[in-house]
C-alpha cells in the first residue's frame, strides 16, 4: 500500500516504521527469551540405559552370553590378535564403553587401560570385588622411593581369576547380578541361564580338582605366570618363566630355564598357546612335557569358554596321568 | 489523537538533547527498581533451581551454605574433605548413586571440578564440540571458559599450581581439552572438567614418573635387593600421555584420597528418606537438601532487597518530582507557542492532548528501555550474578 500524502500520512508512515521497529524489537527478546528456554537437553538421561554390555576379556563375554536373556547384546571390542589385558582401546573404543548399559571388568588390576580411562561408575561392575578376601600378587615389582612420599611398590595383581572356577563362578553372579540390575524384567530367565552355567563351572572344578589330585603334587613350570589362581586353587606347585610360545628360546632362556630345574624338578610346563616346534625339543631333551593351557582371555577359532577349558583339564589330565590319553 | 502524537513526536524530536536527558533519567527511575527485582528473582531462582536439581548433598560436619556453594557452585570456601571411600559407603548401600565433587584448584584462573562421568548425564551437560573425557589428563571445558580462552579440543590447559611460593610443591598438570560443553546458564560453563582422579593427580596424590626398574643409574642414589631409591633426576610427568598413562599411580589407599563432597542421587523418595536417617547422627559428615540451604540464602537476599527497595524508592521518588517540575517549567517557557497555537485555531483540549503526548512518548521509551535492560540483565547477567553473591556468602 502507497503511504499516504500529508501530515497524517507522514504519521502513518512514521507510524508503520515505528509498529515494525517495535515488531522487530519484541522478535528480538522473544528470540532472548527463547534462547535459554531451547538449551539443549541431555541425551544421556538416566532411565534409558542402553541393553548393551562390554566385557574386557572373552571369559567375562562368555558369562555374560550364557546369562543374558535375549535383547542384550554382549560386546567384547578388543581385536582378536591383542592381549586384552594389555590393549590400549582408542578414546573412541572408551566412548563405545561409556554407552554401554554396563561395563563388567575383570578386577584384580586386569586390563590396565582401566586405571587410566574414564567410565561411568554407576555402570561399571567390578567381577572379582568380594570374590577372594586378598588377591594373589604377580611379586615382581621394584619398592622404590622417591621425593617425600616414602618407600612404594607398583606391585600388580595376578589377574586371570577365571582360572579357578570358584571364582569364575563368583564372577559369574556379580554378572548375573548386572544383568538382573540391566534388564530386571527378564531376571527369571537370567536367573535360569545362571543356574545351567554354575552347573558347568561346577562340574570343571570338580574335574580339574580330581586332575590336581592325580598329579601328585608334582612340580610344574608354567611358560608365564599367568596361572597363579590355578595353581593357588587346586594346589598344584607351578613357576613361572616369561616365554612367549611364538619366539624361540634364547640361551639366556635356557639359563634361566635350567637354572630353576635345579630346585623344581618339573615335568611339566604349561603353555598359554602351543610353543614352536624347537622350543617344544629343547624342552623334550630336559624331560619336560609341554601342555598348552589356555587362557582363553580371547574367544577361540572354535568352540567357547567352557570346550576350551574341558580340553585343558584333559590334556592335564593326560600329561599328568590322571586319565587315559586319548 | 495520531496528529497530537505526530505533533508530540516532531517536538521531542526537534528538542533532542533535553528530551534524552529526561528519558535517561526516567530510564534509570523506572529501570533500577526493575533491574533490582529481576537480578534478585533471577539470583534466587538459577541459585534455587541449581539447588532442588541435587536431591542430596554429603559432606563434612561444618557450614552448610559453604558445602553447597563449593560443591554446586565451585565458589572455593575451604571446606574440609571426605574421602573416596564414603562416596563408595553411599554406593555400597545400592540406595542411591554418588557422584564424587574435587573441587579447590584451579585451572587458568577457572574452577577445576574433578568429577565422575555420571555428573555430565546428571546436569544435562552436552557436548558442543570434541568428545567426552575418556583418560586420564583430559579435561572438558564449560561454554565461558572456552570463550573467554579462546580453547577447542586439542588445545591444552595447565592447572594452577597449589601454592605458589611451595617451590617443593606440586607441578602444574598439563590438561588436554577434549570436548567443550553447549551453554548450561549456569556455573558448569565456567568450570574446567577432569576425571577425579586427574584432578588427583594435579593435586600431587598421585604421579607418573620413569620405570625405576629400567631406570639408568645416574637417576638412582641406591639400589638395594627389590629397593630403589631415586634422586631428583627421575623424570617426573607433568602430562599424561598415551605413552606415560601406565605409569601414573596413586600413593596410598585409593579409599582415603579426598572430596570436597559427594552428590548424592536417590533411586527414590523412600530410599532418599532411608539415608538421610543413616546420617543424621553422623557426628562427623553431613547430608543435607542444598535446596534447603539455598532457601534460607534467598531469604537473606530478599531481606536485602527490600532494604534497597526503600533507598531505591525514595530516589525514584525525587526523580519523579524533578521530572514533573522540569515538566512544569518547560510548559511555562512555552506560554507564547501554546497562545499561538490557540491563535492559529487549535482548542485548548488539543493543547493539552499534544503535552500529554510528548510525556507519553517520554514515559513510554523509558519503560521500554528500562524492561529492555532489566530483561538483559536477568539474562545474561545469571552467571555473573551468582559469582557475585556467592564470592560473598
Redesign the interface.
Known sequence: MAPESG??G???M??STMRRAWVV?SAA?LA??CS?AD????????GDRPLSVYTVNYPLAYFAERLAPEGVEVVFPAPPEVDPAFW?PT?KE??QY?RAGQILLNGAGYA?WT????????RVVITANGCRETLLKTGD??????G???????EGAAFTTWLDMRLALCQASRIHDALAQLAPATKDAVRTNFEALTRDLTQLDTRLRSVAKASDDQPMLASHPVYQYLADAYGLRIESMHFEPDEALTPKDIQALDSLLERHPAKLMLWEAQPLPETEQALRDRGITTVVFDPAAQPPTNGDFLTVMTGNAKRLACATGAEACP | MKDSLYLAWRYLHHHRAKTLLLVLSLTVFLGLPLVMHAMSAVIQQSLLARAEGTPLLLGKKGSSLDLVVEALYFQPKGIEALTAADADEVDATGLALAIPMRTGLLAQQFPLVGTSLDYFAFRGLETADGRALAKLGECVIGADVAATLGLNPGDSILTSPSTLFDLAGVYPLRLHVVGTLQPSYGPDDRAVFVDVRTAWVAEGLGHGHQDLATASGDVLLKRKGGTATANAKLVQYNEITDENADSFHFHGDPASHPLSAVIVVPADDKAGVLLRGRFVNDSARQLLRPAQVVEGLNAQIFRFERVLQIIVWTVGLATALMFLLVMVLSWRLRADELRTMTRLGCSRWKAVQIMSAEVFLMVGTSVVLAAFFGFVIAHYGETWLQNLVLRGS
Open positions: 501530515p497524517t507522514l504519521l502513518t512514521r507510524g524489537f527478546l532472548l527469551g535459554k538449551a539443549p537437553q541431555s541425551l544421556a538421561s538416566k590400549k578414546p572408551i566412548g561409556q590396565r586405571r587410566y580411562a574414564t567410565l561411568p561408575k554407576s615389582a621394584v619398592t622404590h622411593q622417591h617425600p612420599g616414602g618407600d612404594h611398590a607398583h
